[in-house]
């Protein structure tokens, strides 16, 4: 966590440019970001696309406005280069329901499996995994794997279990989670379309299989907004967290888009750990140079090879 004390005065959006040129840096965000933060990132994707740019750039210091999970996959991608997060406590409820020790035992009970794991999930358990995966690559990935070939996969048991429906395969499912995705009202959702009969339910694979019944369309974040941009449609419920609902009116601005609520009155569809990112926080992290990402060279480099692997068969 950076402790530093920022003057009232300070034009952050000006700050974090001139630091960004200043440092060599490239600033990449999630699509569930801060609008603000997205709108100064100079890449804003899903997992993916954000782990194939930070293999492909340039930039002397790659500052990761996302989850820690994810500044530790551009961390072992380039382990010359410096990675920052903006608050070390951006952690994901997913990958903690993973701890690495679990996952060892695990996968030594089922050692004739083949361990596809979501990326969604610490270095240490990267590094004990065959194969990484995103939600828009998963399908594509487990179809290149032998039909006679048993597969473990970790850790999100709702997006196992749509992939297992997708593919016909029958996989071996950690039982993972992930908070927000888990918090969306199957009732709701259904009062909402009486409200709006005309619009589409898209969701994001992670969510439960009561909500994904309902779903018109349903995807990775990227697909998500690639499916607003090419339907027809002018109503969206949109069973995901709401950050990308940015990226959605930005990019078409004349359609209509509705966070599907949670089912007690909160903001439990917001991810806690990545709005902890804020734009003082990630001037700070610029200024300042830390918080760093920080690996064991043997991790870096056992957790590397499946990564390696997903990017080559995406």
Known sequence: MVNSIVSIDVDFEAEIKRLKKEMNAVILAHYYQESEIQDLADVVGDSLELARKAKTTNADVIVFAGVHF???TAKILNPNKQVLLPDLDAGCSLADSCPAP??????E?????????YINCSAEVKALSDIICTSSNAEKIINQIPNDQPILFSPDRNLGKYLMKKT???MLLWDGSCIVHETFSERKIIDLKTQYPDAKIIAHPECE?????HADFIGST?????FV?????????VATEPGIIHQMEKTVPGKNFIAAPPEKNCSCNECPYMKLNTLEKLYLCMKDRRPEIILPEDIIEKSLKPIVRMLEMS
Request: net charge positive; hydrophobic share 45%; no cysteine.
């Open 70 to 72: 994810m500044a530790e």
């Open 102 to 107: 679990l996952f060892k035992s695990f996968r």
């Open 109 to 117: 009970k089922n050692l004739n499996h083949l361990a596809i794991t």
């Open 168 to 170: 016909g395969r029958q």
């Open 209 to 213: 299989e009561a909500i994904l019944m």
């Open 222 to 226: 990227s697909k998500l907004l690639k």
């Open 229 to 237: 941009v090419d339907d027809s449609g002018k109503n969206f419920i």
